[in-house]
């Protein structure tokens, strides 16, 4: 096995779940870490040299999900129907579904960051690495997406409850 397929064999968990956390939706996620995959293969000999290569496959990852973001809206046609079978809540679900729900209400940039810095369990340096900003950015945008998770996260939010 070649170290590209290594690496992409043992961290493409890992790399949806973060993908997951960004844009909310496993089918997105899919497309996301594919994205990101197919731009690691593409550049595959600079990223093998990188210093931290789980790092340039965030940073990969996040500006995917960046860019997606900006894209038109016409571009993007969201399939979910109402009908939908809905899986079985377990336990913590209902908090599950309102952090989700908060998160989808934060910018995409400050979605990243808390993305990033809670699940990613990544120091702002990192972070803001990944994210192509400057440290003091990556603070002020984690503390603007605390301050609205908190005024989100005070009352349930779940769908259709708000």
């Known amino acids: 096995m070649d170290d590209f397929t290594e690496y992409v064999t043992t961290r493409t968990g890992w790399l949806r779940k973060v993908a997951y956390l960004l ?54 046609v969201d399939l979910r129907g109402a009908d939908q079978e809905r899986p079985t809540p377990g336990p913590d679900v209902e908090a599950a579904l309102d952090l ?14 808390v993305v990033l810095r809670y699940f990613g369990d990544l120091p702002v340096a990192e972070t803001a690495q990944a994210l192509g900003c400057s440290e003091g950015t990556v603070k002020s945008q984690t503390a603007k997406a605390v301050e609205t998770l908190r005024g989100l996260l005070a009352e349930p939010i779940r769908e259709g409850r708000a």
């Open 23 to 76: 844009c909310g939706d496993w089918h997105r996620a899919d497309d996301l870490v594919q994205t990101a995959i197919t731009r690691l293969y593409a550049n595959w000999s600079r990223a093998a040299r990188a210093d931290n290569l789980d790092g340039y496959a965030r940073r990969t990852l996040v500006n995917a999900f960046l860019a997606e973001q900006r894209t038109s809206w016409w571009r993007r």
């Open 100 to 113: 989700r729900a908060a998160l989808d209400r934060l910018p995409a940039r400050q979605r990243a960051t």
